[in-house]
């Protein structure tokens, strides 16, 4: 098949790096898209240079949030009238899923969501809105657990054309070659922190500098590779310097991909509020406080492995003991990884060489005299 790949976000880059590669493997003409959503070098351009996976097209967006939400789906329409595709991949919950979609769909290409199922139930998440959105845009759905999996048929997804495959990060993990450190030798605390919804806060940003001068002073050293919208919040606040010279704290610039998983690995917890250190820390084995009160990745706080505390400083900061005592670590460390084992990849090309699977992909017209559509109850009055 002609294959279109839309990336727009570092997590995007390092997931959907290997779903390419293994598309390419099994033959398929694959294009790849930068959507531009992370114009910033440090969280985009330098990725692709540290995978070693270049995009064959990049598209240039504007700074207004509203006018670059009007470019990418503008953009996404140029690109399929010029360029017809038997199918697009997006993952996840971007703004680049939905638009990119949403375009694609217009000229009658189907869809295949990578990481799809995620459900955070926030009604004030621009990620969930988009997670919600990607059932009706999708043909077919590549759910990264049974979990996922049910949320989709519980929205009406018909199960044929759903597979559980695992999520490609794990792919991206195990191909990077970082292992993991035995817990007892793992030291201090890896820290991100990016979201609007907590650096954009005066008030959760204040908790964000408490929490982290003090993981300084009770368990050191924590690397703090400070993402560019945070380092603007914090030095708009006059905070930086503070977080600076704060003892036991080291604030870095974002790290390249292998490198970051090498701080993550020799760590004995990560604290932060990002979704792919959840699924990473599962994989290496170690802990993880989550600094938002819901996620969309629950399999981590159903084996207690992740705990949710919201940015709230003194909540972090009990979790982060209570998972970092010996047993407890001992007893994360030992779980399987629930969100993949490294084939994702392979699982999504096996699925898309299946004719019957494949024959989803493209959008039809019903025949007529197919009969009336299968409709839950109560959907109709």
């Known amino acids: 098949m002609k294959i279109t790949v839309a990336l727009g976000t ?43 996976f270049f995009p064959d097209a990049a598209w240039q ?31 996840g919950d971007t703004y680049t899923a939905p638009l990119v979609a ?70 991206a993990v195990v191909a990077s070659g970082v292992s993991r450190v035995p817990w007892q030798q793992r030291s201090g605390v890896l820290l991100t922190a990016h979201r609007a919804g907590n650096v954009d806060d005066p008030r959760r940003l204040a908790e964000l500098v408490a929490l982290v001068r003090a993981l300084g002073r009770r368990s050191p050293p924590v690397v703090f590779p400070v993402h560019p919208r945070t380092r603007s919040r914090l030095v708009a606040a006059g905070r930086f310097d503070e977080l600076a010279h704060a003892d036991g704290v080291r604030l870095v610039e974002p790290l390249p991909y292998r490198e970051l998983l090498q701080t993550l ?33 629950w399999e981590g706080v159903r084996n207690g492995s992740a705990v949710l505390t919201g940015m709230d400083a003194a909540r972090a900061l009990d979790a982060a003991a209570r998972l970092t005592d010996p047993a407890e670590a001992a007893r994360i460390d030992a779980l399987p990884c629930p969100y993949g084992d490294g084939r994702t990849g392979p699982r999504i090309a096996a699925a ?3 004719p019957e699977f494949a024959g989803l992909i493209r959008p039809r017209e ?16």
């Open 10 to 52: 570092r997590p995007e880059i390092v997931k959907l790096a290997p779903v390419v590669a293994a598309l390419r493997a099994a033959g398929h003409d694959v294009r790849t898209i930068a959507t531009g959503q992370h114009a910033d070098p440090r969280l985009a351009g330098q990725f692709f240079a540290d995978l070693g």
């Open 61 to 91: 967006l504007p700074d207004d949030e509203g006018a670059r939400v009007g470019a990418l789906l503008s953009a996404g329409f140029a690109e399929f009238a010029a360029r017809r595709a038997d199918a697009v991949v997006v993952l």
């Open 102 to 171: 949403m375009a694609a769909r217009r000229f009658g290409i189907g869809v295949i969501h990578v990481e799809a199922g995620l459900r955070s139930a926030n009604e004030k998440s621009m990620e969930e809105i988009h997670r919600r959105m990607m059932p009706a845009l999708a043909t077919v759905h590549f759910a990264p657990t049974t979990l996922a999996a049910e949320c989709l048929r519980q929205e009406g997804v018909a199960p044929e054309r759903i597979r559980v495959v695992g999520n490609p990060v794990i792919d």
């Open 265 to 297: 690995a020799a760590s004995r917890i990560v604290v932060t509020d990002s979704g792919g250190l959840q699924e990473e820390a599962a994989w290496l084995g170690v802990p993880v406080v989550v600094l938002r009160t819901t996620t969309p990745r």
């Open 352 to 354: 898309l060489a299946d």
């Open 366 to 381: 019903p025949a007529l005299g197919d009969g009336e559509p299968a409709f839950r109850a109560g959907e109709l009055t």
